[in-house]
């Protein structure tokens, strides 16, 4: 599925191209799935700001196993996952029925399927990266509850997933009405709305009320996360559906202590990816990653990215490549 400009935009087609517009790397995968992302849906906007170049293959995730390899880390038949890095938006990703990359961006697959590592994708290993942050910090179940905020997108309902399975009291915040069942399966102790409420000041400093939260949403939302989370704790943030500005004060981090982590997967070194790829096989697997899984084969890519970029979809969504062209 090659994303080229036009005159009317940028168009996603199916097309037959040579091999070498598959570009430079050491491990030749055999793409079974990708997943449909926020950022694949930029990479097919005009002006969406993340494709340097066009032609391009989309395709942020990359699961299936080895076809060739010149590293002596991955031999043919090895299950792999491969994201971030240049991945889909400056070197074709996977959309497409094989994909080349360099050796040091591959992960090997142990404990997880590729369609599973494809269900969690960045998007799960975003989620992953922001509730690692948190532990890291020192934040415990005890200390009281969890925020995460844009809870029915990919990173809100892997994060919600994960936390409640670790134990931690869960507050999903969500716009969508119709999504309390599965955030409460989920794990989620209560659904609140979108924040702040429609007509609720943000304060420099709110009552104190989250022992940290994970934010997918930025802008006036994590203002308000941040001027109402508890002594101590910390907030990590990866997205900004609500807008880049963040109109805050220093008030909550001098006068509350807090953090504020800032979580990028695209360029996570690849020895930490690789750990926490291996914990998403383990501690860290969110327990109902079938129920967040949609499945679509990939020459329905187009529609599925334009949901997303409406905000009309919710969980995961597999893309099936092997066998659909």
């Known amino acids: 599925m090659v994303a080229r400009k036009t005159d009317s935009g940028i168009a996603l087609r199916h097309e037959r191209v040579d091999e070498d517009l598959l570009g430079a790397g050491e491990v030749t995968i055999k793409v079974h799935f990708t997943s449909a992302n926020y950022k694949d849906g ?20 990359i699961t299936g196993e080895v076809f060739a390899s010149e590293s002596a880390d991955f031999a043919p038949g090895d299950l792999v996952v491969a994201h971030g890095y240049d991945i889909g938006v400056a070197h074709n990703g996977g959309f497409a029925e094989y994909a080349r990359v360099p050796a040091d961006w591959v992960v090997k697959l142990d404990g997880l399927t590729p369609r599973e590592a494809a269900a969690l994708g960045t998007a799960g290993f975003t989620a992953a990266m922001s509730v690692q ?11 009281g509850p969890v925020l995460v905020t844009g809870a029915t997108g990919g990173v809100g309902t892997v994060a919600v997933d994960i936390l409640a399975g670790l134990g931690f009291e869960v507050i999903a ?27 609720e000041k943000v304060r420099p400093l709110g009552k104190a009320q989250w022992a940290a939260a994970v934010d997918s949403v930025g802008g006036a939302s994590l203002a308000y996360i941040l001027s109402t989370i508890k002594y101590g704790g910390a907030a990590a943030i990866s997205g900004l559906t609500g807008g880049p500005e963040l109109p805050t004060t220093v008030m909550p981090f001098i006068l509350r202590g807090i ?18 790829w291996a914990r998403l096989a383990k501690d860290l697997k969110p327990r109902h990653l079938s129920l967040l899984e949609n499945y679509a084969p990939i020459t329905e890519a187009e529609a599925v990215l ?16 092997a066998g659909e062209f």
């Not at 930029?42 to 995730?61: C, E, K, N």
């Open 133 to 143: 942050a948190l532990l890291d910090h020192g934040v415990t179940a005890s200390d």
């Open 173 to 199: 915040s969500t716009g969508k009405l119709g999504a309390t069942e599965l955030l409460t399966t989920l794990g989620a102790n209560s659904i609140i709305g979108r924040l702040p409420a429609e007509g």
């Open 42 to 61: 930029l990479a097919i906007t005009p002006g969406g700001g993340v494709v340097r170049d066009y032609p391009i293959i989309p395709g942020i995730d």
């Open 259 to 276: 953090a504020l982590f800032g979580i990028d997967s695209a360029h996570f070194p690849i020895a930490a990816r690789r750990e926490l």
């Open 306 to 321: 334009h949901s997303i970029l409406e905000g009309t979809h919710s969980g995961r969504t597999v893309l099936g490549v």
